[in-house]
């Protein structure tokens, strides 16, 4: 194969493997982290000790009992006029609050994670023709609400027997959106595997038609710390996205804090592929600078002309020819 087109198909090959280095990252994070519930599970448990997503979930468990009075606890006082949940507000806050900080909320932060995780997993893997294939992904805060209702009786505060623990269903995924993200979830479980591969394959061969092959190595290693910098900044700027389009009513620094725990891994990728892509290709340009010279093996001294003082003694057959 003539030179030119060994560096012209090279650098094609050594191209596309850049380019692909951070859409592969992003989507083997996809397939194998989020949809990994073991991994999700580690990922979300350090949550429940987070300040602000216990605020937040004390506000939101808070707000739903607390309308749950209001449309069945009707207490009329001397005066007539209906009490309603108000005088169970600052009761409910702290309760909420303080449940937030046991033990008990920790196990039901894992444990609600993990089954909506895997509710969510079934729903995306489940076929088209399956019987609960169209039904939205919902979760429960049943259970929650029963143990603030505990602590609040434990306590003595009034009217807490009375509070209604009902089954609410929360959609998680709604029915209408489940047929697009099965597809994109299929698409990203194939993306997850062969984009990586599809990366390394097409460096490995772009390296081995260089002509000159220190070259390609550093330019592919440049190409890697750049596809982990794109990368990094692309999880920054899907934070601010992301922060930037939630509905009124959620908390920020609740769903930050949730953002950056899932991203966590994607991050440290991104900033090992920076760190590895400059690490080669500093060493590779520091060897080209240095040409540290070759060990030579010592050459043989020149034989020296024999003196006259040194010749052979003639032997007698010698002498008497």
């Not at 949550?47 to 602000?52: E, I, K, R, V």
């Not at 009707?74 to 309760?95: E, I, K, N, Q």
């Not at 259970?143 to 603030?148: A, K, L, N, S």
């Not at 089954?167 to 994109?184: D, I, M, N, Q, Y």
């Amino acid at each position: 194969m003539p030179p030119r087109l060994r560096s012209a198909l090279s650098a094609v090959l050594l191209a596309l493997s850049c380019l692909l280095v951070p859409f592969g990252a992003l989507a083997a994070w996809a397939a194998y982290g989020l949809a990994d519930t073991g991994r999700y599970v580690s990922a979300m448990a350090p949550l429940a000790a987070d300040p602000n997503v216990r605020e937040a979930v004390a506000d939101t468990v808070g707000e739903g009992i607390l309308r749950a009075v209001d449309q069945h606890l009707d207490v009329r006082p001397a005066g007539g006029t209906p009490s309603g949940g108000g005088s169970l507000r600052p009761f409910v806050r702290d309760a909420v609050r303080s449940f937030t900080r046991t033990e008990a909320f920790r196990l039901a932060w894992v444990t609600g994670n993990r089954v909506t995780h895997d509710a969510v997993l079934r729903a995306l893997r489940e076929e088209e023709g399956d019987a609960a294939a169209g039904r939205a992904v919902t979760i429960d805060f049943a259970p929650v609400t029963d143990q603030v209702k505990r602590q609040l009786t434990r306590d003595h505060v009034p009217l807490a027997a009375r509070i209604p623990v009902e089954h609410t269903a929360v959609s998680v995924l709604p029915a209408s959106e489940l047929a697009s993200f099965r597809k994109g979830f299929h698409v990203l479980e194939v993306a997850g595997f062969w984009l990586p591969v599809a990366a390394v394959a097409f460096a490995a061969g772009g390296i081995a038609l260089a002509v000159h092959r220190r070259h390609a190595v550093a330019a592919t290693a440049l190409g890697t710390a750049l596809g982990g910098g794109a990368l990094a900044l692309a999880v920054a700027v899907g934070r601010s996205l992301t922060l930037a389009g939630l509905p009124a009513g959620v908390p920020h620094p609740a769903a930050g804090a949730v953002y950056d725990a899932l991203t966590g891994t994607l991050r440290t990728v991104a900033w090992l592929l920076l760190g590895l892509g400059l690490t080669v290709g500093l060493t590779t340009w520091l060897t080209r600078r240095l040409h540290l010279p070759r060990p030579t093996p010592p050459s043989a001294p020149p034989a020296s002309p024999p003196s006259p003082s040194s010749s052979p003694t003639p032997t007698p057959t010698q002498a008497q020819a």
